[in-house]
């Protein structure tokens, strides 16, 4: 079992700033891929960001790049998505998800744990 708990998100001005972290328990958090997703109101989960097992590579979404940065801290257990430059329309429930492989996925069904989400709201 992995237990993912994510925190960071609020209510933010557009152009502004957050980061995201999310720790993880249980498996031994460097073996697997991590992922960022989110969702909407009244849309589908989409995939925002996605980081290998050591860090040293990872993929955007193209509306996230340039804008977002994924890392990992494996000493730390925590998975961590600084977010620049935000937009209204990046307003949405923010969700970390574990791949047991070290390899990343785009793919949502991919994932086998998904933390509770955190909610980021960017006001205009």
């Known amino acids: 079992q992995v237990q993912l708990v994510e925190s960071g998100g609020e209510l933010v001005q557009a152009g502004g700033s957050l980061r995201l972290s999310c720790a993880a328990s249980?498996?031994?958090?460097?073996?697997?891929?991590m992922g960022w997703f989110r969702q909407a109101p009244g849309k589908e989960r989409e995939f925002v960001t996605t980081?290998?097992?050591?860090?040293?590579?990872?993929y955007y979404a193209d509306s996230v790049k340039g804008r977002f940065t994924i890392s990992r801290d494996n000493a730390k257990n925590t998975l961590y998505l600084q977010m620049n430059s935000l937009k209204p329309e990046d307003t949405a429930v923010y969700y970390c998800?574990?791949?047991?492989?070290?390899?990343?996925?785009?793919?949502?069904?991919?994932?086998?744990?998904w933390g509770q989400g955190t909610q980021v709201t960017v006001s205009s």
């Open positions: 998800a574990a791949r047991l492989v070290t390899w990343y996925s785009t793919n949502l069904n991919e994932y086998n744990y």
């Open positions: 249980g498996r031994t958090f460097s073996r697997y891929a």
């Open positions: 980081i290998n097992w050591s860090g040293d590579s990872t």
